[in-house]
């Protein structure tokens, strides 16, 4: 079982419009939360983290935790064009040290 | 401040060779992390490596080993090359690698096994 589930999609937006991407996990110990985006061919690099319930926002970005129901969201509003790739939820648990475990991650496709 | 690089960026092998990868980490950062990355299974967590000595592994066969020198760079070797070991390898470095810390990732480099 993975512990880190994604939606593969494609999840097509409209430019401008929100997309929403979600993410839950299977490890209740789970702490530290985590988007990184991707782009065709190039590595991934951090959108967002998120350790506490609630929501986060960072410019157009809002990470989402609720760690009752496992569950973290990524919202992305007006998107654009340039929003297009993989993201890619990730997950950490305590104790101090990296061992991260990622979903396969949601393509997102911003039509113009 | 220079990024993670990575070398070499892409490499053909055939079924039963080794190859070994190399990675250098942000200057400053100690904690070096590998990961496999497949269109089938993601990124996949290989082994966390600070101040030289191993501190976390995941579900890989022992095919699959890694060091780390004492300026913070680290190598990967994978022994006896098989079809399903073509995948991107990418490293990320952190500050210390807690939990809570951010990962930069490098380039990665694509190994095709023939």
């Known amino acids: 079982q993975k512990e880190v589930e994604q939606n593969s999609g494609p999840l097509s937006v409209p430019e401008g419009a929100i997309a929403s991407l979600n993410c839950t996990y299977s490890d209740r110990v789970s702490q530290s939360f985590f988007w990184y985006r991707q782009y065709s061919g190039k590595s991934p690099e951090l959108i967002m983290s998120i350790y506490s319930n609630g929501d986060k926002e960072d410019g157009r970005f809002t990470a989402q935790l609720n760690k009752a129901s496992q569950y973290v969201s990524l919202l992305i509003r007006d998107s654009q064009p340039s929003d297009s790739a993989t993201y890619l939820c990730?997950?950490?648990?305590?104790?101090?040290?990296?061992?991260?475990?990622f979903g396969t991650g949601t393509k997102l496709q911003v039509i113009p | 401040k220079a990024g993670v690089t990575q070398t070499p960026r892409y490499l053909i092998k055939t079924r039963g060779q080794q190859v070994t990868l190399s990675c250098s980490p942000i200057?400053?950062?100690?904690?070096v992390s590998w990961y496999q990355q497949t269109p089938g299974q993601g990124l996949q967590f290989l082994f966390e490596y600070f101040s030289e000595t191993q501190r976390n592994k995941g579900n890989f066969p022992g095919r699959f080993s890694g060091r780390q020198f004492s300026n913070s760079r680290s190598e990967m070797n994978v022994s006896t090359l098989e079809l399903g070991d073509s995948a991107l390898y990418l490293c990320a470095s952190a500050t210390s690698g807690g939990h809570q810390e951010t990962q930069y990732f490098g380039p990665g480099t694509r190994l095709l096994v023939l």
């Open positions: 990730a997950v950490n648990y305590p104790g101090g040290y990296q061992k991260v475990t």
């Open positions: 200057s400053g950062h100690r904690s």
